[in-house]
């Protein structure tokens, strides 16, 4: 027989997999229903199987990797992951699947996904011929020519901007900026065509307007001239730039770089969805070293988030960070055992302790627009709310969150820990704690 392998996930982190609403609830109702067979879970790597009666004479075969995870079902639904591969898991979750020996049509899965893996890495790892070499090199420079005119066209467009004056651009609407990110997309500059995305709704933002633009216009300005002239930078401080600008870094660029073991604890989550493709930021704190981690992962209408770094848990673990002058996006490179719950993370900082904090990451980068913070104290209610901490300093919440109703009915005016991302317009809550249990904030 089979190891038995620990259900690591609840039937909440389940739901994170769905790819709809509507997939879930069919899979909480197929979940208990009769029909399903042949279930069972073990075997190397870590996996999940079962029989589930459909409408056919053949009942549908559900495979399920648990350690990425992957999944097959021999059901004819688009959906990815289906109904029956959620179902199986929430049976699995609920404990209502025994360790087994895979069956043969698990083993040959299980083995064909393993052969793609070993010849995708040899595919990697293979030197690229000359050929290869002199057509990348050459769309390098294609690239680079491209960035550099979206450069000197941004850099024009800042400059007119205080040559002709911003006083009419509270009546203008998003067009004149949406111009400009859209010739910066197509000069293939997609993280300053965000920033300038982001600059469209300050003239309508209310009283006082003029000088938050001019302080984002500043620090565009403080971009542009840096992507202009990156040679003389710093290699960390380049490698932000680099960043901001849009340049990506492969994954095994960041998988090179030097791991930062530590128990990481998964304090916050927030999923947000721009342009039909969904985020999901997962943010961590090292237990030990006290860093912070930033997990980034995306997905397209129809795919499924992971949820393998589940909030409220702490996990033994090595993170590599992206290059930059204030390293704050990681990926795990290594785990080392299972996550166990964490229902008090710490430890909490004061806020004078966090803002030292953001102030270091804002010398390093003066792009960034939240940092995440995980603090102790107690809510005050006011306009806006603010988290006093055990020294009588305060932080306020973000106003436009509006009234933070639920939060203060979590907190019961208790002391908490709060885990919150903290940018220009105050505390954005994630999550609070309240030493026993973990709740969305």
């Known amino acids: 027989m089979s190891e038995p392998t620990e259900p690591p996930w609840t039937a909440e982190q389940v739901q994170g997999l769905a ?5 879930f609830t069919a899979a909480r109702k197929l979940a208990g229903a009769s029909g399903w067979s042949a279930t069972g879970h073990g075997g190397t790597p870590a996996g999940l199987w079962g ?3 459909g409408s056919g004479s053949n009942p549908y075969q559900i495979c399920i990797d648990l350690t990425e995870p992957a999944y097959r079902c021999s059901c004819p639904s688009r959906k990815f992951p289906c109904k029956h591969a959620l179902a199986l898991l929430l049976r699995w979750s609920a404990g209502q699947v025994a360790a087994d020996e895979p069956p043969q049509w698990m ?24 050929a290869q ?13 491209s960035v550099a005119a979206g450069i000197a066209e941004l850099r024009t467009w800042l400059s007119d901007q205080v040559r002709h004056g911003i006083a009419g651009l509270d009546q203008a609407g998003y067009r004149p900026f949406e111009q400009v990110a859209a010739r910066l997309v197509d000069a293939q500059a997609p993280g300053l065509a965000a920033a300038v995305r982001r600059l469209a709704p300050v003239p309508s933002s209310g009283p006082g307007w003029e000088q938050r633009l001019l302080a984002e216009l500043s620090l565009l300005h403080l971009l542009a001239g840096a992507a202009a002239s990156p040679d003389g930078l710093p290699d960390d401080l380049a490698a932000t730039v680099s960043s901001r600008v849009g340049h990506a870094v492969t994954t095994e660029q960041v998988l090179a770089g030097p791991p930062v073991r530590d128990r990481w604890q998964v304090v ?25 981690a930033l997990v980034l992962s995306f997905a397209m209408p129809g795919q499924a988030l992971p949820v393998d770094l589940v909030l409220g848990t702490e996990l033994d673990a090595d993170l590599t960070y992206y290059p ?15 996550p166990r719950a964490c229902p008090v993370p710490g430890p909490a900082q004061t806020v004078a302790q966090a803002l030292d904090e953001v102030s270091a990451a804002l010398a390093g980068d003066p792009w960034l627009f939240q940092w995440p913070v995980l603090l102790r104290g107690v809510l005050a209610p006011g306009s806006p709310w603010h988290l006093v901490d055990p020294d009588g300093d305060a932080l306020p919440l973000d106003p436009s969150l509006g009234e933070p109703w639920r939060l203060a009915a979590v907190a019961g ?28 904030a």
């Open 19 to 23: 790819p709809d609403a509507s997939s």
């Open 51 to 53: 029989l589930c009666k």
């Open 107 to 130: 083993t040959e899965w299980t083995t064909s996904r393993g052969a793609r893996a070993v010849k995708k890495a040899e595919q990697a790892a293979a030197p690229r011929t000359e």
């Open 133 to 145: 070499e002199r057509a990348a090199q050459r769309r390098a420079d294609k690239r680079a020519e």
């Open 268 to 292: 916050g989550t927030r999923d947000d969805t721009e342009d039909k493709l969904t985020s999901r930021r997962v943010w961590l704190r090292g237990r030990d070293t006290g860093r912070p």
């Open 324 to 338: 930059g002058a204030a390293p704050l996006r990681a990926l795990v490179a290594a785990r080392h055992g299972t």
């Open 413 to 440: 005016g208790h002391e908490i820990t709060l885990a919150a991302e903290w940018g220009p317009t105050g505390l954005r809550p994630l999550a609070v704690y309240d030493g026993t249990e973990v709740a969305r």
